[in-house]
Structure formats: C-alpha cells, structure tokens
RNA sequence: GGAGGGAUGGCUGAGUGGUUGAAGGCACCGGUCUUGAAAACCGGAGUGUGGGAAACUGCACCGUGAGUUCGAAUCUCACUCCCUCCGCCA
C-alpha cells in the first residue's frame, strides 16, 4: 500500500523532512514517530520473510507435521507486522508533501508574495456598488429566495447573470482548445514548451470516499457534503473526479503531458467559515467551476504550473478584470502542495485584490497514491507529476465582472470577448 | 430492482491444488541484416518491498478482503467493479 510522501526521502533525509514539514506547520515530531515504527516494522518483516521462506521450504519437501508447526508461528509474527504496520502508515499519511525552493517561508498568509501586479483598477467617479446591491437591482441574483428554498449561502442566477456563467465556460473552453493560443501560452513560459490544448471532460460530481483519501482531499470531512445512503462525496471541485483518471494506469511517456478542462458544479460546506463573506454570492455552498488538471513528467512540473498560471493570466487580461499573482507561503500551502499560486482579481467596492484563482503543484504526492505512472523512452516507470488550478470559479468570476463593469447609471458592460456569447454589450 | 457472465503483467490472452511470477501475441529495449527504415531473425525485460557497497538475493503480488490447506491464480465466503438481458427512468 503506497502512501504519499517518498518513503526513501523520509527514510534517508529525516531531518531536512522535518525542516519542510515544520515550514507547514507540522509537527516534526510526526517523523520520528514513523521512523520508530518504520524500523520496527522493517525487523519483523524480515522475521516473517525468514519463516515464510522455510514454510515454503518445507512444503516443497512435504515435510507436512514441521510446517505445521511454523504455520502456527507465522500467524503469530504476521500479527505482530499488522499492527505496526497500520501505526506506522498512519505517521505516514499525515506526513505533508515537501514545499518548492522558491516558496516564501512563512506562518499563515501574511507571508504570501505578490509575484506581479497586472492591469490598473478603474477610476470611478462615483462610489462602486459591491456585487450583491447591482446584482439584486438588475435581477441578475436573488440571494432571499434561495435562503428560503435552499439555506444560506445559496443564490439564484438569473437573465444575464445566467447567460454570462454560460458565456465565461464556453469562452473558457474555447481557449483552452485552442491550439494556437495554447502554443503562445506555453512559449510565453518556456521556449519549446509543450502547448497541447486541453481535453473537455464533464466530470462526476459524485466520488467514494476511498478516491477521495487517495486524492489527499477527503480531510477535512466537516468541509464535505457527504450522502449516507452510498456513502458518496459531493466533490468540491472537478479536481477531484479530473485528478483519478488515470488511477492504477502507467502513462506512456510520449503521452505526456495529458490536460483537461473539467466543467463541474462544486459543493462546499464552508464549515469553518461561518460569519465570512455572507454578502452576494463570493463564498456559496454551490457554485459552478471551470478547472484544469494535468499529468507531466516529474522534470516538467513547475513549467506546468507556470504554464496555468500563463492561461489563468491571458484569460483574465482579455476580460480586462486588474488582478494580481501571488505565490503562497509554506504556512498558506495545502498538505499535497509542493507550490501553490494564487490569482487574486480587484474588487473595487472592497478596494482589495481577492483570491479567484489557484494553482497547485502536488509533485507525486497524489500520483503516488492514485498509482498514477509513467513509462519512460527507456522502460523505467517512475509517478508522473500532478498540477490542478482553476479556469474559473464561475460567481466570483461574474462578482468581479459586475463590480469592475459597473457605470455611473448602476448599469453592467459586459467584457468584449464575452459580447458574441451574451449578445449584448450591456446589461441594464 | 431481477437473471446470467466476467475481472490474470503496459495491452491482449492461456492457465482449475505442488519449482507458474505466470505460455502465446502486441507494444517496449538491445543486437543481426539494411545506404537508412520497415520486415524477418536472435536475445532481454513484470510490479512492490526487505537485506546488500555491489553482484545478487528473501518475501509479497493473478479485482479487494477474509477463509480452507503443509502448499492457492486455481477451492470456499463476503464485497467492489465491468459486460449482457429484463424492468424502471431524463
């Protein structure tokens, strides 16, 4: 049963585990509680190896009354092996991915670091209405309804409001497809970079729980919808059910990278959260996502992430939405995260940058788990390299719309490239 | 929901209690041949894990989990998934 962290790396580098695993603000400790066990488990296993050679020794000999006697011996060392084994697996899991060299050290998200700051927010001559107040006066959002029919936290879309979520995916989609575009993405990262456009996948916003945990996104549980009756996950996002399409596969190196473009709805709990963002529709329990998930070579995986933070940037360059990138602190990161990046996008009601948009790189964190490899050229197989980051997260894509699109007149333009899918040019 | 069939290595596909970690084919790697390639022929090669500096070597793995047996891919039970048919359904 593979677990998630490298054993060899926790095994031959404790100490500079401990150092990252700290940076996370993890227990350290956690390390030497699986290295005691770990070396335990490693002098039975051995014992039992020994006994269960004779057994067969012994039955190739048909030494029938001695192996029973050794039989009865292996049952008690097997034992013994279990459950050490699940204590020391236990230590394990909870053991986080190792973060990137050029993520900033640091205790929470006050230590994040603005990579760059693109577009300049818009000038009003008037004080801008948040998205709540615009959206409610031109008919775009019912927040009241939904509390009535379905709790806090929920909205109804409605008129434009709904044909811009429409328009955003489809705008989404036919970017992320686009060969031509994908190329100048990726050569604006790298020279030479792979710019293979994305596969469309609708996903299953149903999951078991046993992908959930090989995901590493089954904790926390208060954060998930869960349904008793099968004993199925509402997924919080189409990473989720896009990162396990290639469990218990190997991928052949020429195959690579292989990138989707899911379209799902999310479900979150937002447990934890309670008295945050209760205006509008910023943080809701439901909301529709547009994500990219992709497998790489492991030497290729932080190219990768760039590569979607390149496309989260021209998409929001075109819609002409201010934003800026930051790269998360150890201490911000996520347990699978080896390096995390965050979009934020300018909300002048609030006059602040918020988080619209994430990429993480998860190394061979979740590929470990999911059994996720590649072939190389040359027969050896080694864990391909995980990436997922967001597209866009459908409402506070519009939130930033009708807030930055707003006039005078409490009127909405609508972004130039979304016109040809809306069919108009403002919403009034 | 009911009835039946199935799950074996990167893929396909043999194998129904004793050197079977598993035939054959495809794909892959090395070589011969060729101007080069293809074809043909020869050879190599499963995965994980433990020990070892290495050569090498122990153990585990035939959907998952239990069980029977000195010995299980092969027998028993439970579960999961897939396929076919019937029913229901957007």
Request: aromatic share 8%; net charge neutral; hydrophobic share 35%.
């Amino acid at each position: 049963m593979n677990a998630m962290l490298d054993i060899d790396l926790i095994r031959n580098e404790p100490e500079r585990v401990k150092k990252a695993i700290a940076s996370k603000n993890t227990d350290s400790k956690l390390v030497d509680d699986f290295l005691w066990f770990d070396a335990k488990w490693r002098a039975i296993t051995n014992r039992l190896d020994g006994l269960r050679a004779r057994q067969k020794q012994l039955s190739m000999e048909r030494k029938i009354d001695i192996a029973k006697q050794n039989k009865e011996v292996i049952k008690g060392v097997e034992e013994e092996l279990k459950v050490v084994e699940v204590k020391r697996d236990e230590f394990w899991m909870r053991i986080p991915n190792i973060p990137s060299d050029d993520t900033p050290i640091g205790k929470d998200e006050i230590e994040n670091k603005v990579i760059r700051v693109v577009g300049k927010p818009k000038k009003f001559d008037f004080k801008p209405k948040d998205h709540l107040e615009l959206g409610e006066a031109l008919g775009l959002i019912d927040v009241e309804t939904a509390a009535k029919v379905s709790g806090t936290r929920f909205a109804y879309l409605k008129g434009a409001a709904a044909q811009l979520e429409f328009a955003l995916v489809h705008y989404a989609l036919a970017t992320l497809t686009n060969p031509n575009v994908m190329r100048s993405a990726a050569e604006g990262v790298k020279s030479g970079y792979s710019g293979k456009p994305f596969v469309p996948v609708v996903p299953p916003v149903l999951i078991r729980p046993e992908v959930m945990r090989r995901m590493g996104r089954l904790e926390p549980k208060e954060e998930r919808y869960h349904i008793p009756s099968d004993d199925l996950y509402l997924v919080g996002s189409a990473e989720h059910t896009l990162g396990p399409l290639h469990m218990d596969q190997t991928i052949l190196e020429k195959d690579l990278p292989i990138r989707y473009v899911g379209f799902s709805t999310s479900f979150r709990r937002e447990a934890g959260s309670y008295g945050k963002d209760t205006r509008g529709i910023f943080r809701v329990h439901q909301f529709d996502k547009v994500e990219m998930e992709s497998f790489t070579l492991p030497e290729h995986s932080i190219t990768e992430q760039d590569f979607f933070v390149g496309v989260q940037e021209y998409l929001m360059w075109s819609l002409e939405l201010p934003y800026r990138v930051i790269i998360c602190s150890t201490g911000d990161q996520g347990d699978p995260d080896a390096r995390h990046l965050d979009l934020e996008t300018w909300f002048p009601s609030e006059g602040i940058y918020r988080e619209t948009h994430s990429a993480d790189l998860m190394t061979d964190y979740q590929s470990r788990r999911l059994n996720t490899k590649v072939r190389r050229v040359d027969g050896k197989t080694e864990f391909a390299h995980m990436n997922d980051g967001t597209v866009f997260a459908v409402g506070r894509t519009i939130a930033a719309i009708l807030e930055n699109y707003q006039t005078k007149e409490g009127e909405v333009e609508i972004p130039k490239v979304l016109q040809k899918y809306v069919g108009k040019k403002i919403i009034s």
